[in-house]
């Protein structure tokens, strides 16, 4: 089913096709507790919930996320394209959000909390950015194909923590 954004016109073919894929994400993550079989995701996703940074609307993302005190890292990878995902702006110009997380202690095996958003830099940056190419080689892929875009990551901290 097209979203208001398809049914208008206002988003290409790319967009649409990102987000008929996301939206089967989010289900899927939804209707099993977080776990996502889909290329092999597992339970290494978040749902973030993002404010857009143009339209003050709710958008929400699924995102490849590494468990990190107390919070989670996240990469603005876009799968090596050379800019960066618009959840990302969304995340610098609102960085109070809500994040879906699984938990096997939640009744329908989801939490959501809310968060804060900060970007990492220099040598935070890139020693989080080694967790990712660690976790998986397509991570250092997208960084070759993405280049000489810099990919960004953020952490994910509980509100309060």
Same mark, same amino acid.
């Given at each position: 089913?097209?979203?208001?954004?398809?049914?208008?016109?206002?988003?290409?073919?790319?967009?649409?096709?990102?987000?008929?894929?996301?939206?089967?994400?989010?289900?899927?993550?939804?209707?099993?507790?977080?776990?996502?079989?889909?290329?092999?995701?597992?339970?290494?996703?978040?749902?973030?919930?993002?404010?857009?940074?143009?339209?003050?609307?709710?958008?929400?993302?699924? /995102?490849? +996320?590494?468990?990190?005190? #107390?919070?989670?890292?996240? @990469? $603005?990878?876009?799968?090596?394209?050379?800019?960066? *995902? &618009?959840?990302?702006?969304?995340?610098?110009?609102?960085?109070?959000?809500?994040?879906?997380?699984?938990?096997?202690?939640?009744?329908?095996?989801?939490?959501?909390?809310? /968060?804060? +958003?900060?970007?990492?830099? #220099?040598?935070?940056?890139? @020693? $989080?950015?080694?967790?990712?190419?660690?976790?998986? *080689? &397509?991570?250092?892929?997208?960084?070759?194909?993405?280049?000489?875009?810099?990919?960004?990551?953020?952490?994910?901290?509980?509100?309060?923590?």
């Amino acid at each position: 089913m097209a979203g208001p954004a398809e049914r208008r016109g206002l988003i290409g073919i790319k967009e649409r096709t990102t987000l008929n894929w996301n939206d089967g994400i989010i289900e899927e993550f939804r209707a099993n507790r977080g776990h996502v079989t889909t290329m092999g995701f597992g339970d290494r996703l978040v749902l973030v919930h993002s404010i857009g940074a143009k339209t003050g609307r709710t958008h929400v993302f699924p /995102v490849a +996320a590494i468990p990190d005190d #107390g919070g989670w890292l996240i @990469a $603005a990878s876009k799968a090596g394209a050379p800019d960066n *995902p &618009a959840w990302y702006h969304n995340l610098l110009a609102h960085p109070d959000v809500d994040v879906e997380v699984p938990d096997p202690n939640a009744a329908d095996g989801i939490r959501t909390l809310a /968060v804060h +958003a900060t970007e990492l830099t #220099g040598a935070q940056r890139d @020693a $989080a950015w080694e967790r990712f190419t660690g976790a998986s *080689p &397509a991570f250092a892929d997208y960084a070759t194909k993405a280049a000489p875009r810099v990919i960004p990551v953020l952490r994910l901290l509980p509100r309060g923590h």
